[in-house]
């Protein structure tokens, strides 16, 4: 009797769906329910003997089920190697338009996919125009990021129009980096009571200001040797340091910069 009661209650645990005919069996522990809207309200409405039909792909309808399992993976156990899946499983979402399609129909609440809806990163300044030009189909270092990023924010976010960027260059044997920077100054004008932070000044206004002065905060990449090499600090190194720098605003710009730096190596990612 206690065998039997034990099958009744594994055979519980499991749902059967039909994607398209083809039946997928689930267990109702699978993540996917706490990431898709609409089989989280099949599974509270509908009775365990019924077998929802779902107008889904079955490839595609698979390939979701396993994608949620690895999220759950990868947030409960993260490790270099479901660092590498997660990754590689994004990159196979983002291009597959069925994926993308079998995701809306089934209501998933899934972070990545906002990302086709924003602007692809650009931006026009000279100094990063090598950059500019790979930006959608190289990945970089992440100093080259840095710097990208830095410029990009400068000219598309409000917040950092009246910022003054200057870059050190060296040289770089390795050609590890597009950029070659080793170093970034960012300069912050002291304003007077007539314009606030933030805003970008009329040249009617700077020539009005007394006493101009600015502020300075110098953000260091790495180290220019004699034979021309950089040794470059790691990512890890760059985000302690930021916590030094003297300039309110120039942290803020930082730990913006930091929200977009994962795109250095994955181009899916490259997103404002």
Not at 33 to 51: N, T
Not at 59 to 80: H, R
Not at 140 to 157: G, Q, R, T
Not at 242 to 254: D, N, T, V
């Amino acid at each position: 009797m206690a065998a039997i009661q034990e099958k009744v209650f594994k055979t519980s645990k499991i749902k059967d769906f039909s994607a398209r005919g083809t039946i997928v069996s689930l267990n109702v522990d699978s993540n996917i329910f706490s990431i898709s809207k609409m089989l989280e309200a099949v599974l509270e409405r509908w009775s365990m003997d019924d077998v929802p039909y779902l107008d889904i792909e079955p490839a595609s309808f698979n390939f979701l089920i396993d994608y949620c399992k690895l999220i759950k993976e990868y947030q409960s156990f993260p490790s270099n190697l479901n660092n590498l899946l997660m990754k590689d499983f994004d990159e196979i979402l983002l291009k597959n338009p069925q994926y993308i399609f079998g995701a809306k129909y089934l209501e998933m609440d899934i972070e990545l996919l906002e990302y086709l809806e924003k602007d692809n990163w650009n931006c026009q300044d000279p100094k990063v125009a090598a950059l500019n030009e790979c930006v959608k189909d190289k990945k970089w270092h992440y100093v080259d990021c840095f710097m990208y990023l830095a410029f990009m924010l400068k000219e598309k976010d409000e917040r950092f129009n009246d910022l003054w960027i200057i870059p050190k260059i060296g040289g770089d044997t390795s050609k590890s980096t597009i950029s070659k920077c080793i170093s970034l100054k960012f300069c912050w004008p002291i304003y007077n009571s007539s314009v606030e932070p933030g805003m970008k000044p009329s040249p009617q206004q700077i020539k009005e200001w007394e006493g101009w002065r600015d502020e300075e905060d110098k953000l260091v990449f790495g180290q220019n040797f004699q034979d021309y090499s950089i040794s470059y600090r790691t990512l890890e190194e760059i985000r302690m340091s930021i916590h030094r720098l003297k300039h309110p605003r120039s942290k803020e710009l930082c730990e913006e910069i930091l929200n977009y730096i994962p795109g250095y190596d994955n181009i899916l990612l490259r997103k404002l």
